[in-house]
């Protein structure tokens, strides 16, 4: 799932869907690449089902159940935008696996046949079996579901099984129930994760090539230019006193310059990257079409000779006499240098190191994988021994390292909070599987789980929620296998991943908001940890309409037991006590139904009033647009802090607030450096305003002597950026400066920094620098 469960109200538009099947067309028709043509093609054939299932009225985009005739736990196929396609992940012809089990069952290719045969006695065992060797594969999550089926018979829950068979029963021919067998076990109790396995890092290093300049410059150095040398050097035996053809030329000069002229053209076609010993204009060209002249008798007209003698004597001139110490010198180095071995050698070199290991998992360790060639593999590849792997190459090899998070995050194989959020369902899947207590449960629920994460999310209306794992009905069958909190009080794993997540997101990425896949994570280890934490995502400005659902408040009421009082609250003219009224009434009986969901009114009311008033430049925050938008939702994530207070508060992240204050800083100002000259800066400065907002937090949570020492530090840090960087901020830290001393940020000279407006950024006008 790829994007967040909670959407706004909207209207699925079957305009979007046109627009994105002509778009795949276009590719289609037009690009060069067959694979992109192909591949635009089947994303037409998609887009083209999306709008046969809307005007049948087979489809209904925005709900929860999109596919007529399937339940919501079915994985849908699903393209850009969360529309659907009204296929199911799990259908379409019968897999190999399929195919190949039926043949071994003796019974007919149809997933009916097979559906059924897994309930019989043989099947069963085989189930086992897959159960207690773990030699199995999930691609979606419906490929549990017989395994479920398989282990609550074998614990003697059948009442469990049959109520879970009688569910899937009227889509036996048609979704794959079966497992994939599998010829390693699936990975357990795991605590490492990699961003890539050793097969993906093996394709990326085979992707690369040769680079043509790379290879052309190499061809120029270590061929032509030797080549060039041995004609001048030809050509500087006929000089006299003075000048080239001065002296007749002698019958052995004639003959060693026809066996030169064959070995040109022998190294021409050869050699056809560079160009310029073609080219009339250079000086090897020259020389060498004098020759051809000379040797077939034709006299050299005057221009001829002109060019000939300049040519030899600006070579000279700038490199020396061939055989010269200076000559001498500046050839070795060149012959050095295109010696060297090609990044698409050395790459192929590190493929064979990878083909070695097993190809489905990550690595414990990359040192040998890049390690400098080795005299065996100089043996082998002419690969000079000792030679160093460069960085390029070093860093495909290390997304494959399989070691704890954090430590991916200080080696920087996780560079963002985004790639971070990536990995992070590996943990929480084995987290949630130690919630059961039998081992074999244990590693197929977390298989399901990992398979689950990879169901994309609905574009949903009415603020309707995205399928949970919880709401599988083979997870649902087994939901009375898990401890209670109680039994895990004190030594929860959910709470442990949790809270390291917690703090390792903000100590790894200190000014960069948390993005939508990790804040998902956090809920679920929430939920398992029975928290009741509001965690809550960030929402896009060009389909938010208004409306904010009851998490909203509650996390700002979180916010405001934290911060009433702070520098965060007074920086921010925040009114925390009157806030805390509001969410307590809000999250009770002040709620409006519209949508037919739940909403919150007065906390939007609330955001629609501040970004009006907060704001020098938001006269129109109140009318439609997506800057207004923005400013409303941004107001919304101030008021929460998105999710800083709840890491706080509920689950006790406690990291050295100064430091993160001052990493936040530094953000700030590295952001700041990039709106110069940037052509589309303001996605730029809202960043900046993001980062911003989490220097404020960490700030306010800091002690009095902290905030003084760090206060004074910001003129030194801005300093060590670009000039422009503490000019355009100039405004941002006089506001910063006036809340410390008991004043307002948005008075005088100073600016409370945001980062949406709905006219141009104070940090973008020329008070502070025009772009």
């Known amino acids: 799932m790829d994007e967040f469960a909670d959407q706004q109200p909207l209207t699925a538009n079957p305009g979007y869907a046109v627009g994105q099947m002509a778009k795949a067309f276009t590719t289609a028709l037009t690009h060069h690449g067959a694979n992109t043509r192909h591949r635009a093609e089947e994303r037409g054939a998609r887009w083209r089902a999306v709008l046969t299932g809307m005007a049948s009225g087979r489809l209904t985009i925005g709900s929860r159940t999109p596919v007529e005739g399937f339940p919501d736990w079915v994985t849908p196929q699903v393209v850009r935008g969360g529309f659907v396609t009204g296929v199911a992940g799990a259908e379409g012809p019968l897999e190999p696996y399929e195919t190949e089990a039926a043949g071994r069952f003796g019974i007919p290719a149809d997933r009916r046949a097979l559906f059924v045969h897994c309930l019989t006695e043989p099947g069963l065992n085989w189930l086992y079996g897959l159960l207690d060797d773990r030699c199995y594969d999930l691609v979606v999550p419906e490929e549990a579901a017989l395994l479920m089926v398989a282990w609550l018979a074998r614990a003697g829950d059948g009442a469990a099984a049959l109520d879970l068979v009688s569910e899937l029963e009227p889509f036996a021919d048609r979704l794959r129930f079966l497992p994939r067998p599998a010829g390693r076990p699936v990975p357990g109790v795991v605590t490492a994760v990699h961003r890539s396995t050793v097969a993906e890092a093996g394709a990326a290093l085979a992707r690369r090539r040769p680079k043509r300049a790379v290879e052309t410059q190499r061809e120029a150095l270590s061929v032509w230019q030797p080549f060039g040398d041995e004609l001048l050097t030809l050509w500087l035996e006929t000089a006299g006193p003075g000048r080239v053809l001065d002296t007749t030329p002698d019958a052995d000069w004639h003959s060693r310059g026809t066996a030169m002229l064959a070995r040109y053209h022998r190294l021409a076609g050869k050699h056809p990257l560079c160009g310029k010993h073609r080219n009339p204009k250079e000086n090897l060209a020259i020389l060498r079409i004098a020759l051809e002249d000379t040797l077939a008798g034709r006299r050299l007209d005057a221009r001829r000779l002109g060019l000939l003698r300049h040519a030899a004597e600006s070579m000279v001139r700038r490199r020396g006499y061939p055989g010269s110490p200076q000559h001498s010198a500046l050839r070795h180095q060149q012959a050095r240098q295109a010696a060297l071995p090609s990044h698409h050698a050395l790459a192929q070199l590190v493929l064979r190191r990878c083909s070695e290991l097993p190809q489905d998992e990550g690595v414990s360790g990359t040192a040998p994988l890049v390690a400098e060639v080795s005299e065996r593999e100089h043996g082998e590849t002419g690969l000079p021994a000792g030679e160093p792997i460069p960085a390029a190459i070093r860093a495909t090899v290390e997304a494959a390292l399989s070691a704890p998070l954090g430590t991916l995050v200080e080696r920087g194989v996780v560079p963002s909070a985004e790639v971070m959020a990536e990995l992070v369902p590996q943990l929480v899947a084995v987290t949630t599987a130690q919630q059961y207590g039998d081992e074999s449960l244990r590693t197929l629920m977390s298989a399901n789980y990992r398979a689950f994460r990879n169901r994309r999310s609905l574009l949903l209306l009415d603020f309707a929620r995205q399928v949970r794992t919880e709401d599988l009905p083979w997870v649902r069958a087994v939901a009375g296998q898990r401890d209670s909190a109680e039994a895990r009080a004190g030594q929860d794993p959910a709470l442990v991943v949790l809270r390291q997540l917690g703090e390792l997101a903000l100590e790894g990425f200190p000014g960069t908001l948390l993005p939508n896949p990790l804040v998902r994570e956090l ?217 410390a001393a008991g004043g307002a940020a948005d008075t005088g000279d100073g600016r409370r920094f945001l980062g949406w407006s709905v006219r141009g950024h104070w940090m973008l006008t020329d008070g502070v620098g025009r772009q």
């Open 523 to 739: 809920g679920v280890l929430a939920r398992q940890s029975e928290l009741k934490a509001p965690f809550v995502e960030e929402l896009a400005a060009d389909i938010f309409m208004g409306s904010f659902t009851p998490k909203f408040p509650k996390a700002a009421r979180v916010a405001a037991e934290l911060l009433v009082g702070t520098f965060y609250e007074r920086y921010y003219a925040i009114d925390y006590a009157a806030l805390r009224n509001l969410a307590i009434i809000e999250t009770s009986d002040g709620l409006n139904r519209s949508y037919g969901a739940r909403t919150s009114p007065g906390f939007a009311k609330l955001c629609v009033e501040r970004a009006t008033r907060v704001t020098r430049t938001a006269s129109r925050a109140g009318s439609w647009s997506v800057a207004a938008n923005g400013m409303v939702i941004e107001q919304a994530q101030i008021l929460t802090t998105h999710n800083l207070a709840v890491l706080v508060r509920y689950v006790g992240v406690a990291p050295d607030w100064r430091d993160l204050a001052g990493r936040a800083f530094t953000t700030v100002c590295r952001l700041t450096a990039r709106v110069h000259g940037n052509p589309s800066p303001l996605s730029t400065v809202k960043d900046a305003a993001y980062a911003w907002r989490h220097m404020v937090f960490y700030l306010s949570l800091c002690t009095p002597a902290e905030q003084a020492s760090f206060l004074a530090s910001l003129g030194e840090e801005a300093a060590r950026h670009p000039a422009h960087v503490a000019a355009r901020l100039a405004p941002a830290l006089c506001g910063l400066h006036q809340v």
